[in-house]
């Protein structure tokens, strides 16, 4: 059955992610399409990610059909390859902890942002 209330959120054009850490090559970029596509390449450089309960960082600019964009930083940890929905969860919980400061509610009853499982 599918859910209505997705139907009408603006969806998602492209996901930009730069990693800047851990990179032999230094800095590079990936542009995705799906927030599937950005979870299995998240998944792939967390198994790479140092241990320790380092992180690396990465920074990411998603980009909504309307236009609009949202832009951020994400900490990859190794821990990470055994999770899912790191972006839109990332996303989310940024969204809840700052939602005083902006209009946090609005946007995500807007965008198509996955809820995390």
Not at 50 to 78: H, I, K, M, P, W
Request: hydrophobic share 40%.
């Amino acid at each position: 059955m599918a859910d209505l209330g997705k139907m009408d959120k603006v969806g998602v054009r492209g996901i930009l992610i730069t990693r800047k850490d851990g990179a032999a090559r230094g800095p590079y970029d990936i542009v995705l399409g799906t927030w599937e596509e950005t979870d299995a390449i998240l998944k792939l450089w967390a198994k790479s990610a140092a241990g320790n309960g380092c992180f690396e960082t990465c920074d990411f600019r998603v980009v909504f059909e309307d236009g609009n964009s949202y832009s951020g930083t994400f900490y990859l940890r190794q821990q990470d390859a055994f999770q899912r929905n790191l972006l839109p969860r990332h996303i989310r919980k940024v969204c809840e902890e700052t939602k005083i400061a902006w209009e946090a509610e609005a946007f995500l009853g807007k965008y198509a942002i996955p809820v995390a499982a």
